[in-house]
């Protein structure tokens, strides 16, 4: 018998390591468990001195190439030379991949095949706070001048790269910081690229990650957009590149004040001289107000003890209820919301909040072969290494994430107690039959499998291509109600988020950067913006 050869072409992931040896684990794993299998995964140990090596070790089909400390631009380059894939992808250590995300970008390329490279959306992870954020900026065109105002792609992993570029160019070892922006300007100046909106990767935001060195990120960064000034051609180039400076100036001295700010309101009198240098040449206002608290420690404790008083004296007025005809609507004295996109266009929306907020609390229930409706982002956003296979239902066959096509309430292709884990949030409210849907999630769960439900409650109607089968909002009680239906009683936990000032600003449009978190946390079962489910079969 003849065995096939099997004729895809390879990809090349290349993970880059210097002291990340505690991460490096997750990076490689989420390598293994890609849809698309065929890759090669190449380890540049750049210098390491922990236990990166033995790490490595424990994957004996990698390989593992060491070097003497030489820089992340050095060690990607001695990655390229080590790799034989038709495409090629870099993978920092402490970052990991998402399931689709070799698969999603190769599509792209295939579609587009003679461009330089491709690029998706990604998660924020904030590590101390277990937080996630999604990170999703749609560019269709004028690449090049888009990469001149800011870096929309921000996350190397989701690039995928065609070998021939690296014929051409290369990462440049001189520089320290901003190497990937360099580099994709650089390609972007000369080759097409194409970007999507698919979140394919996770970055990781701890303590030592080397874009919290906002000093050594803002001299890079200018050096960067610098060196592209010989190449600008037209005024709407150069007028992208001044916007490109100055946006960076602007949010790297945010950063540069923030961090003194937290020193200072922690005690802590020892500024690194650098931030301050580097916050006095981009922002000299915001200097100053750093300069004077830190040199004058005791007018600066006098000033935060007066906007406490303040403070608390404004919650004291606020609270006290206004007589009858004497309410002061201020902005809510209109007719018509702000937005009517869910707080997508002003922060994000709110109850997007409480979603993630239970998602977050059950994350361990999201594992193994695990079903969500229309993508997989929480699925691996909160199952991550748990999840053994991610599947994708949508009644619409033309959504690419999709896995399985068919309505909720009626999908006779899926076997009987299948399923480890179904995660259906924000669409029974789509679902005039959606006591069938829950039914259907009953049968295709495993015994012990576990459903994960939320539904609005206090809520606008969509405005797009879902207005019109937009049918119920729910109660815990009508949710608690229809779930006894089919599973035992003491398997099933509802719960219900919000409070009246939630509810008036969500149904106004507002986004969650709009409320505070004293104001998210304060919870009033009469007023239900989210209601959330666990059932357990």
Known sequence: MVELQDSRPLVSVIITCYNHGKYLAAAIESVLLQTYTKY???????????????????????????QLNSGLSAARNAGIKESKGKFLVFLDADDWLLVDALKINLNYLSLYNEHAFVSGAFLEFHEPSNQYKTVQRPVLNNHYRHLLEGNYIGMHAAVMYQRWVFDILTFDPAKRYCEDYDLYLRICRQFQVVHHTHVLAVYRQHGDNMSRNYSGMIEGVIKVLMSQKEAITTKEENDSLDLGIKNWKAYYSEKLFNSLKSSLYNDDQNFKRNDMHS???????????????????????VLRGLKSLIKRAITRYTKAVPAIGKVNLGHLNRTTPFSTQFGYDRGGPVDRYFIEKFLAANASNILGRVLEIGDNEYTMKYGQLRVSKSEVLHIDSSNLKATIIGDLTNVPQLADESFDCIILTQTLQLIYNYKDAIATCFRILKPGGTLLITVPGISQIASDQWADNWCWSFTSFSITKSLQEFFAHDQVKVESFGNVLLATGFLYGMGIGEMKAQELEYNDPHYQ?????IAVK
């Open 279 to 301: 916050l006095k040449a981009i922002n000299r206002t915001l200097y100053n107000k750093v300069y004077l608290a830190s040199s004058q420690p005791f007018l600066a404790f």
């Open 40 to 66: 090669e995964l190449i380890i540049i140990d750049d210098g390491s001195t922990d236990d990166t090596a033995e790490v490595c070790l424990r994957y004996p089909f990698l390989r593992y190439v060491y």
């Open 529 to 533: 913006l989210v209601i959330s489910a």
